[in-house]
């Protein structure tokens, strides 16, 4: 089992940034990729960024070149630096961690999803 827990979302001028931050814990060592997608009304769920245990980094079109994902030292975490910030990110921005058992079984694990408002 696998828990994460978001933060730093909020509301924010257009042009501005935001932090998000994505924790794990329980069976940590079992995470391979993580992620951030999000969802806005009435919209399916995006990919918006993905990362490897190795480093290698993933963008949706729309967010390449103001969006950086990172990953801590100990891939524990994973935050989404977001710059210059626009009413069409408007979401709930939600943090996912795929995690594969020693026998080779792999599950998705989802946080709880936190708002990110842009709007003056």
């Known amino acids: 089992q696998v828990q994460l827990v978001e933060s730093g979302g909020g509301l924010v001028q257009p042009g501005g940034s935001l932090r998000l931050s994505c924790a794990a814990s329980?069976?940590?060592?079992?995470?391979?990729?993580m992620a951030w997608y999000r969802q806005a009304p009435g919209k399916q769920r995006e990919l918006v960024a993905s990362?490897?245990?190795?480093?290698?980094?993933n963008y949706e079109d729309s967010v390449k070149g103001r969006f950086t994902i990172s990953r801590s030292n100990a891939k524990t975490a994973v935050a989404l630096q977001m710059n210059s910030l626009k009413p069409e990110d408007t979401a709930v921005y939600y943090c996912?961690?795929?995690?594969?058992?020693?026998w080779g079984q792999g599950t998705a694990y989802w946080g709880q999803g936190t708002q990110v408002t842009v709007s003056s």
């Open positions: 329980g069976s940590i060592s079992g995470i391979t990729s």
């Open positions: 996912k961690a795929w995690y594969i058992a020693y």
């Open positions: 990362i490897t245990r190795g480093g290698s980094t």
